[in-house]
């Protein structure tokens, strides 16, 4: 083997460990730009502080008396969230069985039978049915009544009548406490 070109080369050891060096710290160099740049943009992707606070909403359910509604605000939403007398949960259990568009037993939409939390939109045309107030119009079945197209709703918040298809939805919500209920 001819060692005069091994010789003009240096010791093995030597080349090696600066190529070594400079391919790590060119590596890291990069690697550390690269996080430099891409962090802010993968960042900008996450949803804003306004519309995560906006994600949930906490309603105190200790100044509701019985028979009475209150409206919270989740997501842009109307929430209606009422305290049902047991002459409510009363007469929205025994309607279980009466044929309606969309038959639903009242315990299924229900945590507790006393509190009642509903979307308050209308699935027809998106209004808003009346009957939070004690002054409002109730319908024909003691629940919420739509004005815009006549659709009635009763005491679990269940179409009886009219052209809504669809019962009032119930949203994702939790107890926290007793008197205390998590939206969302």
Not at 56 to 75: H, N
Not at 100 to 109: A, K, L, N, S, T
Request: include cysteine; charged fraction near 25%.
């Amino acid at each position: 083997m001819d060692t005069r070109y091994m010789a003009d080369l240096g010791p093995a050891d030597e080349g090696w460990g600066r190529r070594q060096f400079l391919f790590i710290s060119t590596t890291l160099t990069a690697f550390a730009g690269l996080n430099f740049f891409i962090w802010p943009f993968i960042s900008s992707m996450n949803p804003a502080a306004d519309v995560e606070a906006l994600a949930s909403t906490e309603v105190d359910l200790s100044a509701i008396e019985p028979g009475q509604s209150i409206t919270a605000v989740w997501r842009g939403k109307p929430i209606f969230v009422h305290h049902r007398t047991p002459e409510e949960i009363e007469a929205a259990r025994r309607d279980d069985d009466v044929p309606m568009p969309e038959p639903e037993p009242d315990e299924d939409r229900v945590q507790k039978p006393e509190w009642l939390v509903l979307v308050g939109i209308c699935l027809h045309l998106g209004c808003v049915p009346r009957g939070q107030r004690t002054t409002d119009p109730k319908g024909d079945f003691g629940g919420w009544f739509c004005p815009c197209h006549g659709s009635h709703f009763d005491t679990s918040g269940r179409v009886r009548s009219g052209p809504a298809a669809q019962n009032l939805a119930v949203p994702e919500y939790t107890f926290i406490s007793d008197d205390r209920i998590k939206i969302g």
